[in-house]
């Protein structure tokens, strides 16, 4: 999807191309980290952790350079009925908010009360609810082409 999104921009091929590189050598590492998959002395979600990381990361820095190219355009765009817009915002609150849930576990914790799953439960529904108006947006521009 970011390839559609930044290919009106610019060639996005070499930007898409690193960032699964680095995915996949990220991925490559946490394998021979976590003895190719054998699960043993694993706690909690370490397996993959790194990957997830790196993928919220790279999402993060896609949609903050979308957001980025987005103000940087000469023609207006109405963000109120952009279909792009809303699933970038959407991928944006996502893959940001786990990415920050992530890395201040260990600060967000608390013995008396767990914030971390309703944390998450909110981004979750922001993404779904932005990805829901995304579509409906897109519904919108399709009908108004056809009539």
Same mark, same amino acid.
């Given at each position: 999807?970011?390839?559609?999104?930044?290919?009106?921009?610019?060639?996005?091929?070499?930007?898409?191309?690193?960032?699964?590189?680095?995915?996949?050598?990220?991925y490559?590492?946490?394998?021979?980290?976590?003895?190719?998959?054998?699960?043993?002395?694993?706690?909690?979600?370490?397996?993959?952790? +790194?990957? &997830?990381?790196?993928?919220s990361?790279?999402? *993060?820095? @896609?949609?903050?350079?979308?957001? $980025?190219? %987005? !103000?940087?355009?000469?023609?207006?765009?109405?963000?109120?009925?952009?279909?792009?817009?809303?699933?970038?915002?959407?991928?944006?609150?996502?893959?940001?908010?786990?990415? +920050?849930? &992530?890395?201040?576990?260990?600060?967000?914790? *608390?013995? @008396?009360?767990?914030?971390?799953? $309703?944390? %998450? !439960?909110?981004?979750?529904?922001?993404?779904?609810?932005?990805?829901?108006?995304?579509?409906?947006?897109?519904?919108?521009?399709t009908?108004?082409?056809?009539?």
């Amino acid at each position: 999807m970011f390839n559609e999104l930044f290919s009106e921009y610019f060639n996005s091929k070499p930007v898409i191309i690193g960032g699964l590189a680095l995915l996949a050598i990220v991925y490559g590492y946490d394998v021979w980290a976590h003895h190719f998959l054998l699960f043993r002395n694993l706690t909690n979600d370490t397996l993959n952790n +790194a990957t &997830n990381n790196a993928m919220s990361v790279i999402f *993060s820095l @896609y949609s903050f350079y979308y957001f $980025y190219l %987005l !103000l940087k355009d000469y023609k207006p765009v109405s963000l109120k009925t952009s279909a792009s817009f809303w699933w970038v915002a959407g991928v944006f609150c996502y893959y940001f908010g786990s990415t +920050a849930v &992530n890395l201040l576990r260990d600060k967000l914790q *608390s013995p @008396y009360f767990d914030f971390l799953p $309703y944390m %998450l !439960l909110v981004s979750i529904w922001i993404i779904y609810g932005c990805w829901s108006y995304s579509f409906i947006c897109r519904r919108w521009a399709t009908t108004r082409s056809n009539s």
